[in-house]
């Protein structure tokens, strides 16, 4: 397992994060968090167990999966498993819906403060690691927002803070903010990425490389789709998460031809098509961390094995070839008009 520095601070992750949104106990909530997991405290305490033992020390949930139960399950783990507390790296959100009332959701002062408290006591803990803005709030003034995550760290409540799902331009925004006033800065951004859903490269990846910004990946394996048993005409195994909730968005054409490429490069290696698709995000420079998440122990096992699959240079051009996004403005004009400028390798 490698580990890598959380944004620009000198706390160092995982390059592989267990995400627990496929904890759900026993009194699992209806809707989406039906479809997504099952996994009950004795599995959940296996699974931490497991990750643990393979070198992980990152671990991601939000106060939203299944409704505050999934942080619930994974403080138990922790406990369980009688682990050091700074042995692990927690890393939870706020944003989504948490009640009936109108201020139950939202990155409003008000919500992040009441959001804090309660996650520290589902998860058994006196600080949060790494305190994430689940969502683009278009109320709340990013300067609210970045106020409160700045007394949160002065308090010790929250070490580091980082959003998930922003656009580029408003983590640069908040980061002006937190420069200016010396306040905790945006240090990690967690977005979509897969090899079937690459539009993070056009302006994300750009600013998170310039303003030295940890890229946590979710959703690696597009909800399921990469895992190597879906394909055209065919609507998967019963019960799989994609089966469920067909989420997020992917141009599936593209994405058929990405899995052909990925199935022939793991019937070379012996491994399956799900470790290929982790190991091609793995080996993004730019990704400081890939979440995944399961719900048994052998596709946990599995995934784990990634961080080991070594992608030649061959394989990894045939996949970027594969798999290219379609030009786009300004992206293909910056390209004509910049041929000349090369930026100098330092």
Known sequence: MKYKQLGQTGLYVSEICLGTMTFTGENKPGGIWAGIGDVNQKLATQIVEKSVAAGVNFLDTADV??????????????KDLGLKRSAVVIATKCYGRMGPGVNDIGASRGHIMDSVSRS????????????????????TPVEETMRALEDLTR????????????????????????????????????????????????????????????????SPLAGGLLSGKFGPGSNGPEGARRVVFDFPPVDKDRAWKCVDAMREIGNKRGVSVARVALAYVLHKKFV???????????????????????????????????????????????????????????
Request: charge should be negative; aromatic fraction near 8%.
């Open 155 to 218: 308090q010790g409540m929250v070490r580091y803070a980082g959003c998930s799902n922003w656009q580029a331009w408003r983590v640069m925004k908040a980061n002006g903010y937190a420069a200016a006033r010396g306040w905790a800065r945006m240090e990690t951004i967690q977005s979509y990425y897969s090899i079937a859903g690459r539009d993070l490269e056009r302006e994300i990846v750009p600013m998170i490389q310039d303003q030295k910004v940890g890229l946590m990946v979710w």
């Open 65 to 78: 999966y299944s409704s505050g139960q999934s942080e619930r399950l994974t403080g138990q783990a922790i």
């Open 288 to 346: 400081m961390s890939v979440i995944i998440g399961a719900k048994n122990t052998e596709q946990l096992e599995d995934n784990l094995e990634a961080a080991k699959l070594e992608l030649s240079a061959d394989d990894m051009m045939r996949l970027d070839e594969v798999s290219a996004l379609p030009p786009e403005y300004p992206g293909w004009m910056v390209s004509r008009q910049g041929a000349e400028r090369v930026p100098q390798p330092r």
């Open 120 to 139: 520290l006591e589902r998860l058994g803990t006196d600080h949060i690691d790494l305190y994430q803005i689940h969502a683009t709030d278009t109320v």
